[in-house]
């Protein structure tokens, strides 16, 4: 099997830019990865795109294309949509494509437009990610369901909504360097607290904004760094991806999110690393009960003992494993068809040294990023690895 | 309104107060519509009756709504175990407004986990219907 090489990585700047075109974002996030990258347009084999609700959000179907036009790039393009992990998996079939041999230049990642729309909308299109019989006709949103596995959480091993809000209160300390991050300002413990109430137990501070973004991540093999002199010193070294039953209710934890674990379990296996190994994170805290799950998904800590990590410090820039140092979902904004590949751009950079953050991190070689979708019905994870 | 085939058929049954679960002859239980079971694949599958009350085993008070609920917020959205299936459904007959006012946010609450509740359906205003829980009086 093949290496996939990161060789460049862009993003647009995370925020509310309403009045940027879905094609706009994508143009430029691909442009800096090619730049970055130093790889001729002409030889990428594939455009792999994330988006989730782009036919709902700009009446766009059939984005691929566009996309590619969009970046310059004259090569077959498909649109990956996972939910809120679409960019994930569009990342995971670059890497599996690289890897084998198929292609010597892919490029992942993908856009969304948000901010343009009311609330009530966003919300109307972020529940479609959820199973409409059973689950969007009794009221579930997207926060709802969070607050659901957030209660069962509680109910099973404790935990409290100060817990929560040391989740925010951190990914909030760590985007204020971050010159892409939506939200570069600290929210205390306190303020968290006391907003307003979104799906109970969440309040306000523990949701990730609504945002419009775009990133890109150039994808090159061994070979092809070899011939042409390209700078890539991160490869990715494991892929996992896992899916559980779409309705929640369905699932057999209510508290946990065994599509994650799964994804890790395949992800560490390739990789042939343990938890314990990670030196930093990025992981999918579209609310900060996401990020405690998602931790004990990828092992960082037992099962039912993430929620006081953040407490204690654990996951804070110089606790013992930083996670969501680029200011996670957040705080660095959750542009939802994007994410995953953010999540690779910001690793990249933290193993590189080039990250506004790589100083916390300055020995790391190896970083995980998990991206889901939904009520986590969709999970990738990725393990990246310094090479060279 | 243009009816989801089985799955309609299941509501009516639940609003008749007779549930029932798709169960697999290897004891999966399962919510239609269905062809297969979706553990094991097996494609003969029974109604097996649901009980007449399960258990709420969480909830959230939703604050802000979908279009389709935006009028009716705040509400509470909660999963029941039914025994072999959960079932998802807003409950009726409670406070949502009910603050809590401890670390937990479960101190009132407008309902608790453990609770008894009953399945029924409501229609609503833009034509869909909503399946409720009805908490059970002890």
């Known amino acids: ?388 | 309104m243009v009816r989801n085939t089985g799955y309609d058929e299941w509501l009516d049954a639940v609003a008749d107060g007779e549930g029932y679960a798709l169960t697999c002859p290897n004891g999966h239980a399962s919510l239609p519509p269905r062809h297969v079971c979706p553990d094991c694949g097996v494609t003969d599958l029974s109604e097996t009756a649901l009980p007449s009350a399960g258990t709420v085993e969480t909830f959230t008070v939703v604050h802000v709504g979908t279009p389709a609920f935006a009028d009716e917020t705040p509400y509470v959205t909660a999963i029941a175990d039914f025994g072999s299936v959960r079932l998802t459904g807003v409950v009726r007959g409670v406070d949502p407004e009910t603050e809590a006012d401890d670390e937990q946010q479960t101190n009132p609450e407008p309902i608790a986990i453990g609770d008894p509740v009953e399945a029924g359906v409501e229609r609503r205003s833009n034509g869909d219907r909503t399946l409720v829980f009805d908490p059970v009086e002890e």
């Open chain 1, 1 to 388: 099997m093949g290496t996939a090489r990161i060789a460049g990585v862009g993003l647009t700047p995370f925020g509310s830019h309403p009045d940027r075109t879905g094609r706009d974002l994508f143009a430029e996030a691909a442009a800096a990865a090619i730049a970055d990258a130093g790889v001729p347009r002409a030889n990428v084999d594939a455009l792999n795109y994330g988006n989730f609700m782009g036919s709902l959000a700009e009446r766009q179907g059939h984005q691929a294309p566009l996309m590619a036009e969009a970046a310059g790039l004259s090569c077959p393009a498909t649109r990956y949509e996972e939910a809120c992990a679409s960019a994930g998996v569009a990342v995971r079939e670059a890497v599996r494509t690289v890897r084998s041999g198929e292609a010597d230049v892919v490029v992942a990642g993908g856009m969304e437009r948000m901010s343009h729309l009311e609330t009530a909308d966003v919300t109307a299109g972020l529940a479609t990610a959820a199973d409409d019989l059973l689950e969007v006709r009794s009221g579930m949103t997207f926060p709802g369901a969070y607050g659901l596995m957030a209660r069962a959480y509680f109910d099973r091993f404790g935990g409290t909504r100060t817990d929560l809000a040391h989740v925010a209160s951190k990914n909030h300390d760590h985007a204020i360097p971050n010159e892409y991050a939506q939200f570069r300002r600290a929210v205390s413990v306190e303020e968290a607290l006391s907003a307003p109430p979104v799906a109970t137990p969440l309040h306000l501070f523990d949701a990730c904004p609504i945002t419009d973004g775009a990133s890109a991540v150039v994808f090159v093999s061994d070979s092809y760094a070899a011939a042409h002199d390209v700078e890539a010193p991160v490869a990715v070294s494991g892929s996992g991806q896992g899916t559980d039953r779409l309705a929640l209710g369905d699932r057999d934890r209510l508290a946990e999110t065994p599509a994650a674990t799964r994804a890790a379990e395949t992800a560490y296996g390739e990789a042939s690393v343990e938890p314990e190994d990670v030196d930093v994170a990025e992981v999918h805290d579209c609310f900060t009960i996401a990020e405690v799950m998602a931790t004990e998904s990828l092992g960082l800590f037992p099962v039912g003992e993430g929620i006081t990590a953040a407490r204690e410090g654990a996951t804070a820039a110089d606790g013992a494993i930083p996670v969501n140092l680029s200011g996670g979902l957040k705080a660095k904004g959750h542009p939802v068809g994007a994410t995953g590949g953010s999540q690779i751009v910001e690793l990249t950079r933290l193993l590189r040294g080039d990250h506004p953050n790589s100083d916390h991190v300055p020995d790391a070689s190896i970083g995980v990023a998990h991206n889901a979708g939904g009520s986590v019905a969709t999970a990738v994870v990725h393990v990246l690895e310094v090479v060279a």
